[in-house]
Nanobody, 119 residues
């Protein structure tokens, strides 16, 4: 019933920056954790970053550590991904995902936002 909507993707040059946003369609939606995944052509989907609201536990994939920053709103229905120092290997479709309080895994997904890094 609840949908996640991503925005902020686009085409950027190497070394540039983009900021992805993800918001739940319902104001009443509240998640246990939210994260960003990405999938590049010919590659498997990977978790890029996540935030668990209780305790503020944050995870980053090694490939983006130091370059990407995940953050969110206190309503627990919005998450951002600030991407700096972008590299061609960051090119992928980025998906926002959320896990409900009663779920052990991500159960709500966005449609994806294309990020293309060009040299």
């Amino acid at each position: 019933q609840v949908q996640l909507v991503e925005s902020g993707g686009g085409l950027v040059q190497v070394g540039g920056s983009l900021r992805l946003s993800c918001t739940a369609s319902s104001r009443t939606f509240s998640s246990r954790k939210m994260g960003w995944f990405r999938q590049a052509p010919g590659k498997e989907r990977e978790l890029v970053a996540s935030i668990t609201w209780s305790g503020g536990r944050i995870y980053y994939a090694d490939s983006v550590k130091g370059r990407f920053t995940i953050s969110g709103a206190t309503a627990k229905n919005t998450v951002y991904l600030q991407m700096d120092g972008l590299k061609p290997e960051d090119t992928a479709v980025y998906y926002c995902a959320a896990a409900a309080y009663g779920s052990v895994s991500y159960d709500t997904w966005g449609m994806g936002s294309q990020v293309t890094v060009s040299s």
